[in-house]
C-alpha cells in the first residue's frame, strides 16, 4: 500500500542522525568500508512480501520505495539547499541501483529480499550466476528512468540535477568516500563556529565552572572518530587503486585519497586533508583547549 508510509514498511527519518558504520559484517569483505547514516535508512519497505516472481508488483514495489525513500529525505533535510538535496537523493537512487543490479556491499535483509525477489522474475527462465547478473543490470537499465522521474519529482528545479545516471555508475564504495567528505566537513565547520559561543565565557572563568571544558573534551572525542574513519577509507582507497580497479575513472586515476575528496566533495573544496585537520582541538581555539587540560 504505498498510500501508507508505514504500511508500506518505511519509516520517518530521524533527527537524530545514526553514526556512520565502518565495523558492520560486510567489512569483513570490504575492509575499510564505512556506510552513511543515510543508507542505514534507506526505505526499501516489506520487500520480504515480494515473493510471487510477478514483475509487475516488483516494478511498482520498487517504485513506491523509491517515491518514499526521496520524500522523506527532503523532510529530514527541508533545510538543505537544492544542490545539496540533489546530491542527497542522488546517493540513495545510486544505492537502489546497487541493490537491483547485485553491486551493493551492505548485502542486509531487506536488500538481498530486494535483489532475491528480482531473480525470481520471469524464473521460468533457467539462469547461472553471470547471466543473473546480466539479467539484473539490463532490468536496471530498462527501468532506470522511471526510477529517477518519481525520486526527482521532490525536486523544485530538476534541471539543476542532471548527473544522476553518470553517478550511479561511479562505484559504491567511492560515493560513499565522498558522502563522508560532504559530512564531515560539513560537521567539522559547524563545531568549530559552534566554539565561538564559548570562547569569551571560557577566558572568564576557570574551565571546570563551565562547559568550556565538556565543548573540547566532546570536540576531541568526536574528531578521533572521524580520524579512524579516515584513515580506514583512504587505506582502502589506496589499496584498489594500487589493484587498479579505478583505472577507468578519471576522477581517481593517479590521485591520492585527499586530492579526490578535495575535488569532489564542494564541502571540503577548502580542506587539506593533513595532520593538522585532525587535531585534538581546533587550531584557533587550541589554546583555550588546553587550558582545560591543564
Known amino acids: 500500500n504505498v498510500n501508507d508510509l508505514r504500511g508500506f514498511g518505511c519509516n520517518y527519518k530521524s533527527n537524530n542522525e545514526k553514526s556512520w558504520n565502518c565495523t558492520g559484517t560486510f567489512t569483513n569483505k570490504f575492509p575499510g568500508t564505512c556506510e552513511p547514516p543515510r543508507r542505514q535508512t534507506l526505505c526499501l519497505g516489506r520487500t520480504y512480501l515480494l515473493h510471487r516472481g510477478h ?9 513506491g520505495a523509491s517515491i518514499y525513500e526521496a520524500q522523506l529525505l527532503k523532510y529530514k533535510y527541508k533545510e538543505k539547499d537544492e544542490n545539496a538535496l540533489c546530491s542527497i537523493i542522488q546517493n540513495s537512487y545510486a544505492d537502489l541501483a546497487d541493490i537491483i543490479k547485485g553491486s551493493d556491499i551492505i548485502k542486509d535483509y531487506y ?8 531473480n525470481k522474475v520471469n524464473k ?12 539484473r543490470e539490463k532490468w536496471w537499465d530498462e ?12 525536486l523544485n528545479n530538476k534541471e539543476t540535477c542532471k548527473d544522476y545516471d553518470k553517478f550511479q555508475k561511479i562505484p559504491q564504495f567511492l560515493r560513499w568516500f565522498k558522502e563522508w567528505g560532504d559530512d564531515f566537513c560539513e560537521k567539522r565547520k559547524e563545531k568549530i563556529y559552534s566554539f565561538e559561543s564559548f570562547k569569551v565565557e ?7 565552572e563551565n562547559t568550556c571544558k565538556n565543548k573540547c573534551s566532546e570536540y576531541k572525542k568526536w574528531i578521533d572518530l572521524k580520524k579512524s574513519e579516515y584513515e580506514k577509507q583512504v587505506d582502502k582507497y589506496t589499496k584498489d587503486k ?9 576522477e581517481v586515476k593517479n590521485k591520492e585519497a585527499n586530492v579526490y575528496l578535495k575535488e569532489k566533495s564542494k564541502e571540503c573544496k577548502d580542506v587539506n ?19 582545560c587540560d591543564e
Request: net charge negative; glycine share 2%.
Open 202 to 208: 571560557c577566558k572568564k572563568k576557570d574551565c571546570d
Open 124 to 135: 521460468d527462465k533457467k539462469r547461472n550466476e553471470e547471466s543473473l547478473k546480466i539479467f
Open 55 to 63: 514483475e509487475e508488483d516488483y516494478k511498482e514495489h520498487l517504485l
Open 111 to 118: 536488500g538481498k529480499k530486494m535483489e532475491e525477489n528480482l
Open 143 to 154: 527501468n532506470k528512468e522511471n526510477v529517477w522521474k518519481v525520486m526527482s519529482a521532490v
Open 242 to 250: 594500487n589493484k587498479k580497479m579505478y583505472d577507468n575513472i578519471d
Open 273 to 291: 586533508f593533513d595532520d593538522k585537520i585532525f587535531n585534538e582541538s581546533p587550531n584557533e581555539y587550541e589554546d583555550m583547549c588546553k587550558k
